[in-house]
């Protein structure tokens, strides 16, 4: 089986430009999780999504950060107006059961890097 | 505030000897903690678990144990190989709760041969 794939694996974007991550999870799962992982704040929840419904953003930053899912097999992080702070590799993951098991299955991650 | 500590922040072994990773956390409500491994380049991969009912699991050369009490755990790796050389997270949640998987900050371990 495939694992999660996330695409693209590196992107560079100018300050002020517009950055969409892509993340296909494991065929079969029900919930998709994103994460932000920097050398100084560690591995951050931004959000997740059970059976496409978004349940819980609390992490994600207000304003310039969204993220959706509109079918089962794609979800997408979008980042308006990239700032340098925004770099980081964004981390996909999902999980088979709907119920809360912390049992997450990890994309490679998308590196961002803002100039 | 950081809810599930590590330390320490990074770990020099050599090969055969054993790996002690702590883990600490705050919040009561956390019952089940799983320790997630990550290479460079690659997303972390979950590596052994523990509910919050149990002192102790076992995988292979991995250990978990755990003090409710002390809200403190441990991840030993026994016989360590240098291919265990990665970065070792500690990572609650509440399974009854919000479903946010919370991570400490990580223990890079070297393995030296």
């Known amino acids: 089986n495939a694992g999660v794939i996330q695409t693209p694996r590196h992107k560079v974007t100018g300050k002020g430009q517009e950055a969409t991550l892509w993340c296909e999870p494991i065929?079969?799962?029900?919930?998709v999780f994103w994460y932000r992982q920097t050398i100084v704040q560690g591995l951050e929840f931004l959000t997740y999504?059970?059976?496409?419904?978004?349940?819980?953003d609390s992490g994600m930053p207000k304003e310039r950060f969204s993220a959706q899912m509109p079918n089962q097999s794609h979800s997408t992080l979008k980042i308006q107006s990239t700032q340098p702070q925004d770099s980081a590799v964004y981390l996909c993951?999902?999980?088979?059961?709907?119920?809360?098991?912390?049992?997450?299955?990890f994309g490679e991650g998308s590196k961002l890097t803002v100039l | 505030q950081q809810q599930v500590r590590q330390s320490p922040q990074s770990l020099t072994v050599w090969e055969g000897e054993t790996a002690i990773l702590n883990c600490s956390y705050e919040?009561?409500?956390?019952?089940?903690f799983p320790w997630y491994q990550q290479f460079p380049g690659e997303g972390p991969a979950l590596l052994i678990a523990?509910?919050?009912?149990?002192d102790k699991k076992e995988d292979g050369r991995f250990t978990i144990f755990f003090n409710k009490r002390e809200k403190k755990l441990s991840l030993h790796i026994t016989d360590s190989q240098p291919g265990d050389s990665a970065t070792y997270f500690c990572?609650?949640?509440?399974?009854?709760?919000?479903?946010?998987?919370?991570f400490g900050e990580g223990t890079k371990l070297t393995v030296s041969s």
């Open positions: 999504f059970r059976n496409q419904a978004p349940i819980d």
């Open positions: 523990i509910r919050s009912v149990s």
């Open positions: 065929s079969g799962h029900s919930a």
């Open positions: 919040n009561s409500a956390f019952d089940y």
């Open positions: 993951a999902s999980s088979f059961r709907v119920a809360n098991t912390g049992q997450l299955y």
């Open positions: 990572a609650a949640i509440n399974q009854g709760g919000s479903a946010k998987l919370i």
